[in-house]
């Protein structure tokens, strides 16, 4: 018996191709691990997983290769548009690019959400046209983020007219509410989208990106269980929270992967030693080459805090950077990488000239050195807001640098506190966003440093965590086949 299952992944980022964020994981690897599945429960599966991304002029720049495959017109109600149609050679997966004259000569995303909405409507509307060009008809629409929202309710509107998206159903996974898109009702009706028209809905928000596909969609999704959960209360709503709630049961959480094999401090040529769990003394050779590095006092029991991300409220690293103020009577070392809102870094800077014999920032991104920082860290600060997800505390785990973290979104799904399993538990969690719960999480991990057998036992069931996209991404396919079912049932009660 044999399964087939043709996806559509729509998405803004795929990595290697194109990242900003998170987002460019998911595009990179998920479409990857779905392609993979062969057998589940007896059945083998054929899963034809097809992308589709903006032709963005920073793909171009890389030079990746790529071939023609056709040009055609949209119709909008402003006239036709012009559409060309490439394809990235030699990529695991087919990945299609949609280029035009909106989608030319500009950033990723700007701070012009006009032009933003512009240049994302047209990708979005004309992804289900690329379909009928290449005379495939998708079984799923999996569209991410407000970047690809018009894609959903297009399908819906679709459906009713057009025999070949009949029995197509849409899958919107949510990596991050509060951004909802440019509010222009105009741009809508150049592409024949109508608005959200749920009561649960605010009037004023009907013609944003997120609320149309949120309502539109067969069933929504987030990128862990617990975001999926919070999603539907205000403080984490974005005043969709009523429509959530009232929409529930079409809510599902699954927590994001990641590829494990890139991920691997016994592979990685990037960290000054590589190590495994059968040689994990090895791993303190890491942390005195980032002690030289930066000049810090090279002491390999000196607690070494590491922070990697986005420098923004959301992240709550203003959390951790005063937490360490009030911690100056214990001994550690910090080294924290990261970009972002101009107050966050001043303040990261502040820290590292009050703290100078300790404390080091490095206002940047890098790669590279964020893999040194987990190969060479004892504890990985995360003080996130809120999360959807998150995978610096995946990787963190895997190379033996112990997440402090707060117990929001994908950080609680994938982190066990002590205080939930004192025999099992892999990092450090605290609840309330403030800076005397972070300050207490980071002194309780200082204290269980001191016992370095109990701390060793730690990183060894950290760096043993499976979060592999395989078990994920059969959860995907599940979703799938119960939004396929919804063509059965329909087909039943119409006879």
């Given amino acids: 018996m044999k399964k087939k299952l043709n996806i559509l992944f729509v998405i803004s980022e795929a990595d290697p191709y194109i990242k900003v964020g998170g987002l460019g994981d998911i595009g990179g690897t998920l479409p990857i691990a779905l392609k993979s599945l062969k057998t589940r429960n007896n059945t083998d599966y054929e899963i034809d997983v097809r992308v589709i991304l903006p032709y963005h002029d920073q793909i171009k720049d890389k030079h990746v290769p790529t071939e023609w495959i056709t040009n055609f017109r949209l119709m909008t109600n402003r006239g036709f548009k012009d559409v060309y149609l490439s394809r990235i050679v030699n990529s695991e997966v087919p990945i299609y690019l949609i280029d035009g004259n909106l989608i030319r000569n500009t950033k990723i995303y700007t701070d012009n959400p006009y032009r933003d909405l512009e240049k994302f409507a047209f990708f979005s509307i004309a992804s289900l046209e690329v379909c009928k060009q290449l005379n495939w008809q998708p079984d799923i629409l999996h569209s991410h983020d407000w970047h690809t929202a018009l894609s959903v309710k297009s399908l819906r509107q679709r459906r009713a007219r057009d025999t070949f998206f ?28 109508r608005p959200a028209f749920d009561s649960h809905i605010f009037s004023e928000m009907r013609t944003l990106p997120m609320a149309v596909a949120l309502e539109a969609s067969d069933a929504i999704s987030t990128v862990s269980r617990t975001y999926a959960e919070e999603i539907t209360t205000p403080e984490f709503g974005n005043l969709y929270e009523n429509y959530l709630l009232a929409n529930k049961q079409k809510i599902t959480g699954i927590v994001n992967g990641i590829m494990m094999d890139q991920w691997n401090p016994a592979t990685d040529t990037i960290i000054a030693q590589t190590y495994d769990e059968n040689s994990l003394d090895d791993r303190i050779k890491n942390k005195l080459s980032m002690q030289e590095e ?31 103020r009030r911690m100056g009577e214990l001994p550690w070392q910090a080294i924290i990488l990261g970009t972002g809102e101009r107050e966050i870094e001043n303040n990261a800077r502040s820290l590292a000239n009050e703290l100078s014999d300790r404390v080091r920032v490095e206002i940047r991104y890098d790669g590279v050195l964020a893999r040194k920082l987990y190969a060479a860290g004892d504890m990985f600060l995360m003080p996130s807001r809120y999360e959807p997800c998150g995978i610096a505390q995946m990787i963190s785990m895997l190379y033996g640098c112990i997440p402090i973290a707060r117990a929001t979104g994908g950080l609680k799904d994938t982190i066990i506190d002590a205080s939930k399993k004192p025999k099992a538990y892999t990092g450090f969690l605290f609840d309330k966003a403030n800076t005397w719960e972070a300050e207490n999480a980071m002194r309780r991990a200082l204290n269980e440093y001191q016992d370095q057998e109990a701390w060793r036992n730690l990183q060894l069931r950290a760096m043993n965590q499976d979060f592999s996209w395989e078990k994920q991404a059969w959860e995907y396919v599940k979703l799938y086949e119960k939004l396929l079912a919804q063509n059965k049932i329909k087909q039943v009660r119409i006879k």
């Fill in 166 to 193: 009949k029995k197509t159903r849409s899958l919107y996974t949510v990596h991050n509410l509060p951004y909802s898109g440019g509010n222009y009702p105009e741009i809508l009706e150049t592409y024949g989208i």
């Fill in 294 to 324: 930066f000049n810090l006092a090279v002491d390999p029991r000196m607690p070494l805090f590491a922070m990697v991300g986005r420098m923004s409220q959301q992240k709550g690293i203003d959390l951790c950077l005063d937490a360490l």
